[in-house]
């Protein structure tokens, strides 16, 4: 037991990139609870910046009025303060956004948002101040390859567009709600192609990123793994 607490001592940043629906939350956020280290989601803050441009009905396409949202809001990232099955709160402006941002219409305006470059370099400033304190599992598209690349241990988790989102559509029915698979898988696609064709900072696994790709693996069997190559 020693040997392994040891060892994992040596890691201190741990990034875990990978396409929308690969598991990613799920598995960093049980690494974190098992290393003792931060959780954090950086897709978050650009739903939060995504979330916040649509409640003021600005238009997605005026890049210089969402930079300037971007650059001007700080986005509040804290310890779960209800038992609702959050990872984490997410406050903007006194405002608990933490399921907004998880909203149907945040996700198909987030990657639009995400491409703007002043935008991206707004919240990489704040990320990699998170991530250099240490003792994180950093989750996001380009941790391992723009935010952190000295990190420890890059993971980039796959799965098929099917698989994902037929994950997707299970959580929804798991809440209660309806959905449509065919839409979801779209819509899962398309998010995708924008995340990995945009100039800036593309969703693509670092050279030195360990690949797991879980379609035939569940939650259970990816932590497993993943806890493996931090010893
Ligand atoms: O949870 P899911 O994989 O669906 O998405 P997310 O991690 O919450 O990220 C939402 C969106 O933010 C992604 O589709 C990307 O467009 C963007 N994002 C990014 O560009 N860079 C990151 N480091 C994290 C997220
Ligand atoms: O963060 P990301 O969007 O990559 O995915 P997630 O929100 O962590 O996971 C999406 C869903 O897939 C969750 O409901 C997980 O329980 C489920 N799942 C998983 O995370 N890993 C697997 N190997 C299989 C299913």
Not at 19 to 47: C, E, N, Q, V
Request: charged content about 30%; hydrophobic content about 40%.
């Amino acid at each position: 037991m020693d040997g392994i607490n040891n060892s994992m001592k040596k890691l201190s940043m741990i990034a875990i990139d990978g396409p929308a629906a690969s598991g990613k939350s799920t598995l960093a956020f049980r690494l974190a609870r098992s290393l003792s280290y931060l959780y954090f989601d950086t897709g978050l803050m650009y739903r939060a910046v995504t979330w916040l441009a649509l409640d003021r009905h600005l238009d997605i396409k005026d890049e210089d009025a969402i930079v300037r949202l971007a650059e001007q809001t700080p986005i509040d990232v804290s310890a779960p303060s209800l038992d609702d099955g959050r990872p984490c709160d997410v406050i903007v402006e006194g405002r608990d956004i933490t399921w907004e941002i998880r909203k149907l219409e945040v996700d198909a305006n987030v990657s639009a948002v995400s491409a703007y470059a002043g935008v991206r370099k707004a919240l990489t400033v704040q990320q990699r101040r998170i991530g250099l304190r240490g003792k994180v599992v950093m989750v996001g598209r380009d941790i391992g390859t723009v935010v952190l690349p000295d990190a420890d241990l890059k993971i980039y988790l796959d799965a098929s567009a099917e698989e994902r989102a037929r994950r997707r559509y299970q959580e929804i029915l798991d809440r209660g709600g309806e959905a449509d698979y065919e839409v979801i898988l779209r819509k899962v696609i398309e998010r995708d192609y924008l995340d990995s064709t945009r100039a800036i900072a593309p969703l693509k696994p670092a050279d030195d990123a360990i690949i797991l790709d879980s379609d035939q693996m569940d939650a259970d069997t990816v932590f497993e793994t993943a806890f493996d190559l931090c010893k």
